[in-house]
């Protein structure tokens, strides 16, 4: 009984240290993320009760990536194996004008066997108050389409609160269906859509602008067509190079348009997750305070993400309280 | 033109430094390896003009593969690229009584993809002397298995020597034709059988035991059924434990049967490849010397193996030299 | 709700790399032990569904503390916080003739403050079977000891089996209770001794040599004494070096004596929690096998420990197992 | 007989690698540090002749803290043992702004236990020019206070100079004396004064802010109070997050007030030890320098210490006078 | 058969990890580098078919390097064994303020035993386009510049391209010539210039200045005196510190005076070898592209090589082009 | 003032982590080393009162090798710099039949321009009672023979105690003299021999074997060639391979002839500095205990450092003492 689900893969993520290239290394170091996971534990980092649901490989390294969301306290019970290997992505960090490179192997990874019998959506959900899914899991295989599916039918049909990221990717999508029908479907049983122009324009075929006034009326064309969505949330990027961007989002929950000013981070170290960590913050800052506050907690959850290695944002509620507090000068406190 | 071709998978290999696991680490050593290529790179460290032939994926995973081999001087210029990832191979080093543990991602790796049409064998075998196969090739698809017969005729109407390493491994061979088949059919062109009477069994479909008598007869029984054999080489393993091996070596040519001493590996640091280091010895060996110091010195080399980190044998043929005249104190020479 | 109950300090281990020394490093790596915690991580490596009760910092480090028991699925919830800091020992890992040394860094700990009113028993022990305890907690500190008796009391009145370790260590010990009487009044809860002669001797004040006679006349003299207890298990180890030990076991049951074979572990990794890894075994063999067959696992259990680097017993039911069906020579299982 | 004498505890600092969190590390960095030993291994490192006055514990742990100030050449003569464990701190480096935590575990310490019998001044100044204290030593304990004093009183009988760091600390102060009182007590035998408005206000019971006229005032209230202060110096620390601050100077010395200009630290490495770098670099200077430069020493000294990681500036009077004179590029001296 | 050549000595580069100094280390990182070999590695990594020309140690530190050198594809058959050591240099890597340090084992390394009789120019040469030479080869040795010259000869009797970077480094040249005259020698062979005005200043014993026009009449009376040399190509570094530096570039090509943007490197990872990076970037530039933008191309490629660790540019043919076409943000490209 | 002299060169050892080659590998551990400074070291960790005099190289690498002494409590204030680098060697540790090999680049290092000029043996051996040389220090340069003449001139004048490990190394002794001939020099100077049959017959000219009365004969004629010898200790290793050797001694004092018994060494780590262990524990032993003790704590002092990684013996007094009282077991003491 958790009151927070996410679903989707999970993948081993290996990438030599600091920003060293494969070829210069003989050491790589492993986490373990994917987009909805990296949401789980950032929410339970945040204290909140929360499973994810996936389909792991049935071996030491499935037994090491399940023992690794237990270390966050994610309840791993609903987490099903089977005996494809676990995906795996490969990672160089870049630093400055080197962007970072990365090179996936997942297409025939544990996840990619997930079909909709796998799953107990009924016991799964009991008690949860809030689903979370994005774009990645329908892209990569027809199971995880209609397992997510499944999922998303009972949890509206219980009222639960559900978050979609629609990140479009185009590398993935293989499997013969559209993106654009897929994601509308799954749209019309989502209540936040966590996502700016680009996915909307890819959801609705529609060509609108960065500019406020084309975000605002974006956002109205979306909720007219998803009538289920309330509110739209933003985040945006300004990168001055691979080792130094701003973040800022905007939001419109259909009665008001609010933007946050940019945080400035001078010094990334893993940019890896910083969406990921915006959606977790929301989710918290939904479930806790008022739109515009929920909006700035998301941001600072990003901005601190940039600063840790690995997937996961690991800051805690007081430490991104902290920030909006206006507290970035990373006094020590002893 | 290289005088020796290998021609097999490239697989990385991903393990905790020491003999930590998965769980209890965060960091993983990584190397290349795979049967053939082991075999290439020995037999490279032995001043062998090799070639290694092979499919390897088209990242920055794919580019350091290659520039390892590069590293030890084995020609990769007929290796070709395809865009699904490089096999990868995760382990833990087990200690005394607790075994390795060994878990692949290799069934749609960028090997599976190979095809005949992919190798130019009439380039790739100019100027060759020696084609070394094993059994892994034509387990893991169809394609590996003609494109490796296409190899073979063809290095067989050049004259070349061809060493058949055929060990089976039952967790492969998953695309349909018998083992036992199409092991027999490569062994038509084959001249030099590296295995012991649980291979023959496998091919023949015999019931031999251990005992030296049986082990000739079954040699002998062999060389009827595929008349290009001249030689049968087999590597004996007793093991103390996961850290405490002895080995040794026997022989049936045709003529004579003979056996070499054990040689005591008292502090196994890494048992990976040490079969391969065998068959590069043998290689090297039996382009050098004859039938019985080639065995032996297949067998130092074998027993060196089990000193070194990886899937490579490093030793050089001064240091295998060495052992055979019985220096084995392991004395600093300053 | 959990079936098995460990109760105890959790330790920070700090030592640093292989068998390198604090003056010859810069690194150290770490580990969170304590003798029950051990039995409990390791009871749940073998499936076990396990509690931890003990109080731990309230800081990052104790954060750390109680994410390493949930990655292994020990239920945490019963753990409380102190402000003190968490007890820490360092460790530098012999070798040969050279013993490990260890200092402590434990007597102020956090769990120095706990106190019968923080843990709440009558939650804690619900739907529990089994409670493990050893000797050094009521060494640590009176609240220590009055915590423990109460839970025994609760444990013994539910009809839980409860097993001692009653190890006893001089240099504990200091907070005025003398430990002869401490370890009696305690060992009036307990149904199952883990210890040998010198633990017999140190509690019944008698002076047992180690022969086969003088075991059972002991455990008969302490099943007088102490009711309740109704098995004597002994781990027997003989120490070539600190590199090479051997281990068997012994018990009294009451009805027979049996005694295992000796078995001998050629490669010491680390020595410390493999008394940890024998009681584990033990209690989980207890509740699967007969008196034997349990000491058979508790014994090949402790011996895979010694494989292991850290306080903790990684090995599953089948990593065992495969030793007690005389498996030892570690062959890799491709 | 070494000239400059620096007193107080001797702290192990752990911290994960680079900014990685104990929660996502198994690995630690360990240095020794404490605020008046880093005073004493900097300006060693500046060529002084420096003893540091301490109680270690009698473990391998404090065998190594020795070795510590050994291989910086300090003077460790007359540093005494106890039975308690070397005090601990705990660190992970935070960036941008995520600043950095902390946690000590130092209260019962071998430092703890310091008695004025322990430490006999009389031998320990033979030949002493210079005594520095801080403001930790009274606070950690009566023993620590009063050995202190007796120090001071020595000290100044003897004629030698005395620079307080008279650093406040709530969390510490806890054995029932008034920091105020105390503080006040040992400013008697002080002559330099290494603070600004917030530590002249803790003293005083003042309120004085920033600015330039109010700080002049307070330390004149200051050296009124106090006789023998006769020069007060502040550092001044404008952050612009984690990872990049700026640094400047100002004093009073009865006479003049004079202030340097800010120096950028647009990458800092580590934070820890600034504090210390500086008091070093002015000690160092006012036996060399006038007033004026001696705190430009004491600033870029400090700056420099932002690029070393641990608690100790490694920089040499060559390299903090190269930023003196205004190369601050970096570039590389072939 | 290479098309290009460089020639020169090859060293071991050792430094601690990070910016961490060899105080407070006990790990060195190890790369090969040396300025020559630098541009031939890092001109194979933009495609290009590359032989270096040396002569090293005929030890395991050889082979290593020279199979360092195989490993990024550059050929190794014209290198030569002595039995010396291979040359070495230790850094420190600085940061802010903080310069990076260097030392140096170099002058009695195996390289130091070069002699023309060593090197077989006709053959090395043979099919040869492009020599690079630098004015570090003929400082170190009589027999570097004799075994240098003869290769320039034949290679402009060829028709070779020839590029010289005559960087003049004091601390070298201690075998009893005159800087100015031998590099005036060899720049008769060479038809590019890769220096400034620091470089012609040197060689012709002016006194130019950094301003544009100085530069143009500086490069004018260079090619008058020098008539093979067609172009001149200067870099320009601006340095906010260690960490922080913008690089930009001129030329004169007889014909124009043009400029490069300057590039912003906020946050540099290794400053080595940028220089080296600037020269293989326009050798590999000006066999593609117009002069202008090979300038540009290798201007970024300097960029790029200071967000690699060691001496060596990895970037690639299409990373470089990234920058040129103004991506500069770092964006993942997933 | 120190009591026991060491004299000769500090050497940088350069050594892959583990049992790994540097071809495998791309960090090295660095240790400082070299026979006579080992001892010093082992000596200084005994307790003992030790100044080491060398010409170490005036960099980064010779401040580190020189804090590295005061680490241990070795004086350093009589080492003097020179301009060259310090001496560097490689080393790649072997296991079981593998050796260990070893690369040197010392010839033209710090330590070869040492001169007689450059000691002022009058100060430095005030106060000192033990003089102890190496066969390696006159052999690397004309500098060193001098140099150390002098030094053994005047220790034995003031009455000191004059140790000789006349180790003969074909490789070194370049410079002119015959290393039989200025041995014998030396060791008119020398009052402990610390070397067997082979070291006997280099000087001597002689042929004995390593049978007890061939010892015995050896000793007496080289105590009759040079009278200032009073006792004869001889270190005697049997190793089964790499990993696992035997070490005895045996002794002729002039009056009787003594053996230990073989102590086994199951495990080695590092078989480097286990002869200057040896001499290290022969003359602490000397200085408080009979000859035969002596020697068994030398032996037990040489088998112990078998067990550290680097040059240097850790154990102290107690830990040898350990040993001689039959504890090899390794028992972890509490």
């Known amino acids: ?19 060293k290239k494969f070829i210069q290394s003989n050491l790589l170091e492993f986490y373990f993320g994917g987009t909805e996971v990296n949401v789980g534990i950032s929410i339970a980092n945040f204290g909140g009760d929360v499973k994810h649901i996936s389909c792991i490989s049935n071996d030491f390294v499935g037994d090491t990536a399940k023992s690794y969301l237990q270390k966050f306290g994610v309840d791993t019970s609903a987490i099903v194996r089977s005996n494809r290997p676990l995906g795996v992505y490969f990672l160089e960090v870049g630093a400055v004008m080197r962007p970072s490179t990365i090179s996936y192997n997942r297409s025939h990874s544990s996840f990619s066997e997930i079909q909709p019998s796998m799953v107990n959506w009924e016991t ?14 329908p892209a990569l295989c027809k199971g995880g389409y209609e397992t997510l ?19 479009y990717r185009k590398g993935l999508w293989k499997y013969g269906e559209d993106a654009k029908d897929v994601l ?6 989502s209540t936040i859509f966590i996502g700016g122009v680009n996915e909307i324009n890819e959801v609705l075929g529609t060509n609108y602008s960065y500019s406020e006034e084309d975000f605002i009326e974006a956002s109205k064309q979306l909720m007219q067509k998803f009538p289920s969505i ?61 739109d515009y506050k929920s909006m ?16 996961v944002n690991f800051s805690s509620v007081d430490e991104v309280m902290n920030i909006l507090e206006g507290n970035i000068s990373g006094r020590l406190n002893r």
């Not at 009984?1 to 920003?19: A, D, H």
């Not at 799964?124 to 899991?137: A, N, R, Y």
């Not at 700035?296 to 997937?311: M, N, P, Q, V």
């Open 1 to 19: 009984m958790s009151q927070i689900i996410t679903f989707g893969e999970i993948l081993m993520r290996l990438s030599p240290q600091g920003n």
């Open 124 to 137: 799964s959900l009991e008690g949860g108050k809030w689903f979370h899914w994005t774009g990645i899991t």
């Open 149 to 167: 599916k499944e999922g998303l039918i009972l949890a509206r049909k219980k009222g639960m609160t559900v978050s979609a990221d629609p990140t």
């Open 184 to 189: 509308s479907d799954l749209l019309n049983y």
């Open 230 to 290: 309330e509110k739209v949330f933003d985040k945006i990027r300004t990168a001055v190079n691979s080792s130094w961007n701003k973040i800022r989002a905007r939001m419109w929950n259909g009665k008001e348009f609010r933007e946050t000013q940019d945080l400035d981070i001078t010094h990334i170290i893993d940019r890896i997750g910083t969406g990921d960590a915006f959606a977790a913050g929301l989710i918290y800052g939904l479930q806790h305070f008022d």
């Open 296 to 311: 700035e907690f998301a941001s600072a959850s990003s901005a601190l993400k940039h600063t840790y290695e690995g997937d």
